[in-house]
C-alpha cells in the first residue's frame, strides 16, 4: 500500500451539498470510496484556506489514486489533488539507498 495526500476545493455545487449533507456524512462517503478502491483512510479533515479537505489515506498504487481524483472531479462537486506522500520511515529507506548521479558542470 502506499500513502496518499487526496486535497480538494469544493464547487458551488459542491458546498451546496455539503451544507446539505454536513460534514460526518461526506467523511463516510469519502471513507466508504477509499475502502471500496481497496484502501484504507486515516483521516479527513475540513479547512478554510485555498483546499477545503485534506484526506491522508492508503491505497494499492499510484493507479488506484489516479482513478479516484478522477471520478471524484468527474461528479463535479470537487476539484481533487492527489499527492504521493512518505512515512518518516520511508524517507530513512531512501536516504540508504545509493543513486549513480553526477550534478551539472562536473
Known sequence: MA?????STYTVEGIK?????????RADVVRKMVE?????????YFGF???DTYVVCDLPDQ????ALAIDI???GGLDTRVTPVLTPDEVD???REKV?????GI
Open 17 to 25: 451539498g455539503l451544507s446539505k449533507d454536513g460534514g460526518s456524512k
Open 49 to 51: 484556506g485555498p483546499d
Open 73 to 75: 472531479r468527474a461528479a
Open 36 to 44: 471500496n478502491a481497496g484502501g484504507t483512510m486515516e483521516s479527513m
Open 3 to 7: 500513502k496518499f495526500l487526496l486535497k
Open 63 to 66: 493507479k488506484t489514486a489516479a
Open 100 to 104: 549513480a548521479y553526477t550534478p551539472p
Open 93 to 95: 529507506q531512501a536516504i
